[in-house]
């Protein structure tokens, strides 16, 4: 039901604004992603007649457009390894002092407190040579000197100064994958020529991210629009694990796309 309100919202505003609605697959975690879930993704949004353009853009096609992207982010020596377990991360948090629910977290849990921004060149090499995993992290406090106070803006809340505090270092990619979520949705924003993105609030902290990665690659920053989450009776927010309110058992339950799609707009 989440996916299904998402997809009708964004197919909405394409309409109110005589754009496009597009369909994109993000599938960059290969171990995790298969060809059915695209499929079945597919099925459902066609059930519910929706269309869009194509042809659809699928993240795992586009790798080399992401290392890119990233290598031009290494250029400007704003890209540190990082080698550091979530295990070792918590122990630097707590040898810092800090009590577990004092953390400085944000959301996407405890920050990066920047320990291997420390190492030497060779150490990060010798490492790096000797096989050992690592994430590819952003400086940055050094990406916000290089470009100069931001903004962005979202249509619900208005202007937007750029603010890191909640996401610290995050990881760009990791070992072997030239990308993460927050690094392709940028690129792909920008080579799409996406004027609109439509996502939910718990992506708003994100955004701030997105928009200094736009500044720093020179791409041309869109407007946002994040709407809110959907929510049962009991105040969780719809999952894909909650089978009840999947799309496919809707579909097998006897329910008809009109039903759904009204069940849906009345939370639009």
């Keep these: 039901m989440g996916h299904a309100f998402s997809a009708l919202f964004a197919d ?72 550091c377990s979530r ?38 090499t010798d490492r ?14 050094d990406a916000l000197k290089r470009t100069g106070p931001l903004t962005w803006t979202d249509q619900n809340q208005g202007e937007q100064q750029v603010s890191m505090a909640a996401l610290g270092d995050v990881v760009l990619a990791r070992k072997g994958s030239p990308t993460s979520y927050h690094l392709s949705v940028t690129v792909d924003d920008h080579l799409q020529n996406i004027t609109l993105v439509t996502r939910g609030e718990d992506l708003f902290t994100a955004t701030h991210l997105h928009r200094l990665l736009q500044a720093l690659l020179a791409y041309k920053t869109p407007s946002y629009y994040h709407h809110r989450l959907l929510f049962d009776d009991q105040g969780r927010r719809f999952a894909k694990r909650d089978n009840a309110v999947t799309l496919r058992h809707l579909r097998t339950s006897g329910f008809t796309s009109a039903e759904v799609r009204e069940m849906v707009n009345d939370g639009l």
Excluded: N
């Excluded at 599938?27 to 059930?47: H, K, N």
């Excluded at 295990?87 to 920047?114: N, Q, V």
């Excluded at 790096?128 to 406090?141: N, S, V, W």
């Design 128 to 141: 790096m040579g000797a096989g050992d995993p690592y994430a590819i992290r952003l400086k940055t406090d």
């Design 87 to 124: 295990k070792e991360i918590r122990a630097e948090i707590r040898a810092a002092g800090y009590a577990p629910h004092l953390a400085p977290t944000g959301p996407e849990g405890p920050l990066y407190p920047g320990t291997c921004r420390l190492l030497s060149k060779r150490v990060q």
């Design 12 to 83: 909405r505003m394409a309409r109110q604004t005589h754009g496009q609605f597009l369909l994109r697959i993000e599938d960059i975690d290969q171990e995790r992603c298969q060809s059915g879930y695209e499929t079945a993704l597919i099925e459902d949004l066609q059930w519910l007649g929706l269309d869009w353009q194509r042809p659809v853009r699928r993240q795992s096609d586009h790798f080399a457009d992401y290392a890119k992207a990233l290598e031009s982010l290494r250029d400007m020596e704003l890209l540190y390894p990082c080698f």
